[in-house]
């Protein structure tokens, strides 16, 4: 059965930076690409961007340009989303999804922006 | 800021049926298909809908969806209490050249 496990809770530190994984089971995980999304405490869902896992070719939410970066490393089946210079308004859950749909969804990965 | 809206509230009684608006514009659901998901209370969000009208596996057909032009819809018959969630409509946009969610409406099962 398909799976995405995303990597445990994290505490940052303004500025800081932050690298959540998400580990792909029962699929040909270069045959799918992986989203990422995120959800601030009581709000809404928002697409911070898209990397494809069969050549690593990136698309990224135009408001998060620069400050993220989306990479794969095939021969683990895992994607990873790094997100730099932190600040409080990044405090969100982060969620991976199989390509652009999400058909699958990992669990969350809570990351925590405070001084 | 969401390019998607929806309205923040639905309600119905067990049985009823509830529709869910999703507007948007030219260059996102007038140009592309919309997707729905459902998120339950402290979970992670769930494909519910695809290209507009398909229901993955799985996903009992209660639940539909359909699109118009520039909108968008969601529909539960035979409205269960399992079905009290957030939901989301969500399309590629092509001027942002990204995908976009709707600011999500709140189904309560009254």
């Known amino acids: 059965q398909v799976q995405l496990v995303q990597s445990g809770a994290e505490v940052k530190k303004p500025g800081a930076s932050v690298k959540v994984s998400c580990k792909a089971s029962?699929?040909?995980?270069?045959?799918?690409?992986i989203s990422w999304v995120r959800q601030a405490p009581g709000q809404g869902l928002e697409w911070m961007g898209w990397?494809?896992?069969?050549?690593?070719?990136?698309n990224y939410a135009q408001k998060l340009q620069g400050r993220v970066t989306m990479t794969t490393d095939t021969s683990t089946s895992t994607a990873y989303m790094e997100l730099r210079s932190l600040r409080s308004d990044d405090t969100a859950v982060y969620y991976c999804?199989?390509?652009?749909?999400?058909?699958?969804w990992g669990q969350g990965t809570l990351v925590t922006v405070s001084s | 800021q969401s390019v998607l809206t929806q309205p923040p509230s639905a309600s119905g009684t067990p049985g009823q049926r509830v529709t869910i608006s999703c507007s948007g514009s030219?260059?996102?659901?007038?140009?592309?298909?919309v997707n729905w998901y459902q998120q339950l209370p402290g979970t992670a969000p769930k494909l519910l809908i695809y290209?507009?009208?398909q229901r993955p596996s799985g996903v009992p057909d209660r639940f539909s969806g359909s699109k118009s032009g520039t909108s968008a819809s969601l529909a539960i018959s035979g409205l269960q209490s399992e079905d009290d969630a957030d939901y989301y409509c969500?399309?590629?946009?092509?001027?942002?050249?990204?995908?976009?969610f709707g600011t999500g409406t709140k189904v309560t099962v009254l």
């Open positions: 290209n507009n009208n």
């Open positions: 029962g699929y040909t995980f270069t045959s799918y690409g």
């Open positions: 969500a399309a590629w946009d092509d001027s942002l050249n990204g995908y976009v």
């Open positions: 990397i494809s896992a069969y050549n690593g070719n990136t």
């Open positions: 999804g199989r390509d652009y749909v999400s058909d699958y």
């Open positions: 030219s260059s996102n659901i007038g140009s592309n298909t």
